[in-house]
């Protein structure tokens, strides 16, 4: 067990929607990373924050938006959603805002968009 | 052309055979290059660290770095039943900053099989 916890572990939802995956990080951990995992393009970063802060973007839709809270959970919500939204999405955290190699990994929401 | 190939497989051996898991990059940027291991349903765990060129030795298992030809290994010695999993490789230009982004293979799959 990483210690980040992910829910829900499933959503099925139909087009046109908007739904929120919820993280905890681990105990102590500062940073939460959110990626998404579809079988074509790998694991693909989303977005990072730190302490509150968003500290990086990558590949992540305007139709996506993350935060993160006072105590350090984040969510990340997805609206308009696609079919080709379908994919796993996880959560990892850090302790440090530039610690890449350690990261620890949620064990992911499947999002199913029918 | 993607930043990271990696052969997706799956890739199925005998138990106590010698696995070579390989991703080749092509971004001369990357420093921080790693392995994560993926089994069904759960999420990617790290699995080695490895920072500039040369060999890293963790138990059975040994990560190869050759910058000068853009090439990263795993090799698994005596592989077991339990090492059948996704491994992924991920790789980093930078350490500490705002910009943490890990850049992933798509992962191979591996089956051992008894």
Redesign the interface.
């Known amino acids: 067990d ?1 210690g ?1 916890t992910q829910t829900p572990k499933h959503l099925i939802t139909a087009t046109g929607q908007r739904v929120t995956l919820r993280c905890s990080p681990r105990s102590g951990d500062l ?1 939460v ?1 959110w990626y998404q995992q579809s079988l ?6 989303l977005i ?1 924050y730190y302490n509150g802060e968003e ?2 973007k ?1 590949n992540i839709l305007e139709r996506f938006s993350a935060q993160q809270f006072p105590d350090l959970h984040s969510e990340l919500n997805l609206s308009s959603l696609e079919l080709g939204d379908s994919a796993l999405y ?1 959560c ?1 955290s850090s302790v440090e ?12 929401t499947q999002l199913s968009v029918l | 052309q993607k930043e990271v190939e990696q052969d997706p497989g799956p890739l199925s051996v005998p138990e106590g055979a010698i696995v070579s898991l390989n991703c080749t990059y092509s971004n001369s940027a990357f420093q921080y290059f790693m392995w994560y291991r993926q089994y069904s349903r759960k999420g990617p765990e790290l699995l080695m660290y490895t920072y500039s060129s040369g060999n890293k030795e963790d138990g059975r298992f040994t990560a190869q770095v050759d910058k000068s030809s853009k090439y990263i290994s795993l090799f698994i010695r005596d592989s077991q039943p339990s090492d059948s999993a996704t491994y992924l490789c991920a790789m980093s230009g930078f350490r500490g900053g705002a910009t943490n982004k890990l850049i992933f293979g798509t992962g191979t799959l591996l089956a051992v099989q008894p």
């Open positions: 990483s980040v940073s990373y074509d393009q790998g694991l693909q970063f990072q500290r990086a990558g996880f990892a805002q530039g610690t890449n190699e350690k990261l620890f990994f949620g064990s992911g």
